[in-house]
């Protein structure tokens, strides 16, 4: 089966977008371009040295994953807590975990949002996850020693 013309066309609308923040001088976003499907957006962070955002165009919705963490080495419980708490406030952005407890920034809005607006909006939420949940995660789970009761 192949895509419709209109999931085309927001790829290309949302390339478009993403095209040009990279162009913009103002702007360390890097293009990193297609695989597997998905779009990718390589921007600078203050938390760690950047983050690679990746899109992937849907029916109904856009969603975007960027790589927050590898699994913790200490601590887990006390990780995936900080997690679940982390996302009761956070939106659209959240922070989830993979089955070997890799940790990721997801989010998803409407195909109707897919303007420069709405990319922006999502690029902004993966960017704040990042900036306010990277420092306190490596602490919890990577310096750490495993707490005991």
Not at 15 to 28: K, P, Q, R, T, Y
Request: some cysteine; hydrophobic content about 40%; charged content about 25%.
């Amino acid at each position: 089966m192949t895509g419709s013309p209109v999931a085309a066309s927001d790829t290309e609308r949302l390339v478009a977008v993403l095209e040009s923040w990279v162009d913009d001088a103002d702007n360390d976003a890097e293009w990193t371009g297609f695989h597997e499907g998905k779009v990718g957006l390589r921007v600078a962070q203050r938390a760690r040295d950047y983050t690679t955002i990746w899109f992937e165009v849907g029916q109904r919705t856009v969603g975007v994953e960027a790589f927050l963490l590898p699994a913790p080495r200490h601590n887990r419980a006390a990780v995936y807590e900080y997690c679940l708490n982390r996302n009761r406030s956070s939106w659209p952005a959240y922070i989830a975990r993979d089955r070997q407890g890799d940790l990721y920034v997801m989010a998803r809005q409407p195909i109707t949002m897919l303007d420069a607006k709405g990319i922006e909006d999502l690029v902004g939420a993966v960017y704040e996850t990042v900036e306010l949940a990277f420092p306190t995660l490596l602490q919890i789970g990577f310096t750490g020693r495993e707490k005991t009761s």
